[in-house]
């Protein structure tokens, strides 16, 4: 039997009407379930609202937290496996923990919501943003942020490093990494995120202290499978460790590369990515190419759920 991992993408992988193709499904019920909870029309999100809203941080993060919870359930109903380990891509890592079993769907929810509210609210007191460098090194990346003012947010693979900072640092690091200088120049390609903040760096400290709040209120549980965490890349299964683990993840990179690596080493043969788009089983691909990779964006990707030996 393949040993599959479950992955979640994070902002930037939002589709407009990414729930419309979803809606005749019988777990398109966590959106009627997530309005009831929160009390706020949270289905629009993902039925009806354009792209330029869904890329405000406050509402893309909800959107995507249930947008991904029910391809997990139709994954399930379909007769997908159960994995062997999971793991999320920022917001993703809540899908994470919902699917080992850490957080329950509506204490999932909340936490989205008040991670949402304050990494708004820190993104309008530090305004920013994020760029994806490709094929450059990232040691020479995080050497030219240091210069530059700017921080490296993802290490997502091999050349592709994703960068947090103002507007301002991120066009001195663009500039200085595209200069003449050194052997860095005509390397790679530079390409803007459909994010609205600069997470995953100090721009998003304003976040930590209320967030952290919520977090010890919440009713985490112990892990039925590891969940690879994004700070360290390493397995965790113990409730008490996500309050810290969750906490740190808002200034921390994300440690993508690692994580993959992390995974293999956990006997992972294929990884499931669910989400609206499919954009971590490429990091994966150039991270590790003995994985299996499967995409669950559409009704129809789940035909062969059960194909290769992933089904129970």
């Known amino acids: 039997m ?36 929160l009390g706020r029309d949270v289905s629009r999100l993902s039925l009806d609202a354009p792209a330029d809203e869904l890329r405000e ?24 496996a159960e994995p062997v380990a999971v793991a999320g891509h920022s917001l993703g890592e809540y899908d994470a923990l919902v699917a080992a079993g850490v957080l329950d769907f509506a204490d999932g929810l909340r936490l989205v919501e008040a991670r949402a509210e ?31 003012g700017a921080y490296v947010a993802n290490d997502n693979a091999p050349g592709q490093i994703v960068v947090a900072g103002s507007s301002e640092a991120l066009a001195r690091l663009t500039e200085r990494l595209n200069s003449d200088d050194g052997d860095r120049s005509g390397r790679g390609k530079v390409l803007p995120l459909k994010v ?6 100090p721009h998003m400290d304003a976040a930590v ?21 994004n700070v360290d890349a390493q397995p ?9 683990l969750l906490r740190r993840q808002l200034t921390a990179p994300v440690r993508w590369r690692e994580t993959v690596t992390t995974l ?41 759920a059960t194909a290769s030996g992933a089904g129970a």
């Open 2 to 37: 393949t040993a599959v991992a479950l992955v979640f993408p994070g902002q930037g992988s939002q589709v407009e009407g990414m729930a419309r193709a979803w809606a005749d499904h019988p777990a398109a019920a966590r959106w009627t379930q997530a309005d009831e909870i």
């Open 57 to 80: 941080p406050a509402k893309c993060q909800l959107a995507l937290f249930v947008h991904h919870i029910v391809l997990l359930e139709a994954w399930r109903a379909a007769g997908g």
């Open 118 to 148: 304050r990494t708004q609210q820190a993104a309008d007191a530090a305004p920013g943003s994020m760029v994806a460098y490709l094929g450059f090194d990232v040691d020479a990346v995080a050497e030219a942020c240091r210069q530059s």
């Open 196 to 201: 609205g903040a600069a997470y995953h760096s």
């Open 209 to 229: 202290e209320p967030f952290g709040q919520s977090l010890d209120s919440a009713g985490f549980a112990d892990a039925s499978v590891p969940v690879v965490a």
């Open 236 to 244: 965790h299964t113990a409730a008490g460790e996500w309050p810290d």
């Open 264 to 304: 293999a080493g956990l006997g992972v043969d294929e990884v499931v990515e669910l989400g609206a788009s499919p954009v971590l089983n490429g990091l994966v691909k150039r991270t590790d190419r003995s994985l299996g990779r499967r995409t669950v964006s559409r009704p129809d990707d789940l035909r062969d």
